[in-house]
T-cell receptor, first 114, second 114 residues
Framework: GAVVSQHPSRVICKSGTSVKIECRSLDFQATTMFWYRQFPKQSLMLMATSNEGSKATYEQGVEKDKFLINHASLTLSTLTVTSAHPEDSSFYIC??????????FGPGTRLTVL | GQQVMQIPQYQHVQEGEDFTTYCNSSTTLSNIQWYKQRPGGHPVFLIQLVKSGEVKKQKRLTFQFGEAKKNSSLHITATQTTDVGTYFCAGPGAGGTSYGKLTFGQGTILTVHP
């Protein structure tokens, strides 16, 4: 199946700093990628839809100025958590759609903000 | 907006017992997908159901889509320790299915005691 990678897998940062997370589709082109957030033992909450060459579409309640998304190419989307705070600590997962509706998920990035 | 409710939240079984998780939507779904997330891992696509009343099997897993296309179930026969994980159902999110946006259920955390 299709492979999606994420980098970094873990990051620990100080409060107030910005963190960039990369999501790459390794063996296919993805015009659309999705960013999710998952708290422990909870479901995946869609944050935004990342579209190549256009602005991301954010879900209600997600601050677009805090979670900057850039989809620079058909294989790369980045999520930047700006001015991170402890409440932003979470598991961030991206996914990409290859054909139809099946989503291929990246391995996730665990963010800890001290 | 569309909601996808999933029960139970937790299920503990002895190895060899059966397991079922149920998913209900507030609206009719064009399709429903099922994912499995192992502890510490990321969601992995299991199957997609499209037709009313559809039943699909994958070895010990049986997936059903209700006649009204508003509910679905995943049944595992004779669970094994390798079945441990969280099982999510997901339906198309607002905006249609053309680009794969999903709304996830809360997930059912399955633990299997050997």
């Amino acid at each position: 199946g299709a492979v999606v990678s994420q980098h970094p897998s873990r990051v620990i940062c100080k409060s107030g700093t910005s963190v960039k997370i990369e999501c790459r589709s390794l063996d296919f082109q993805a015009t659309t990628m999705f960013w999710y957030r998952q708290f422990p033992k909870q479901s995946l909450m869609l944050m935004a839809t990342s579209n190549e060459g256009s602005k991301a579409t954010y879900e209600q309640g997600v601050e677009k100025d805090k979670f900057l998304i850039n989809h620079a190419s058909l294989t790369l989307s980045t999520l930047t958590v700006t001015s991170a705070h402890p409440e932003d600590s979470s598991f961030y997962i991206c996914s990409a759609v290859q054909d139809g509706n099946e989503q291929f998920f990246g391995p996730g990035t665990r963010l800890t903000v001290l | 907006g569309q909601q996808v409710m999933q029960i139970p939240q937790y299920q503990h079984v002895q190895e060899g017992e059966d397991f079922t998780t149920y998913c209900n939507s507030s609206t009719t779904l064009s399709n429903i997908q099922w994912y499995k997330q192992r502890p510490g891992g990321h969601p992995v696509f299991l199957i997609q159901l499209v037709k009313s009343g559809e039943v699909k099997k994958q070895k010990r897993l049986t997936f059903q889509f209700g006649e009204a296309k508003k509910n679905s179930s995943l049944h595992i026969t004779a669970t094994q320790t390798t079945d441990v994980g969280t099982y999510f159902c997901a339906g198309p999110g607002a905006g249609g299915t053309s680009y794969g946006k999903l709304t996830f259920g809360q997930g059912t955390i399955l633990t299997v005691h050997p």
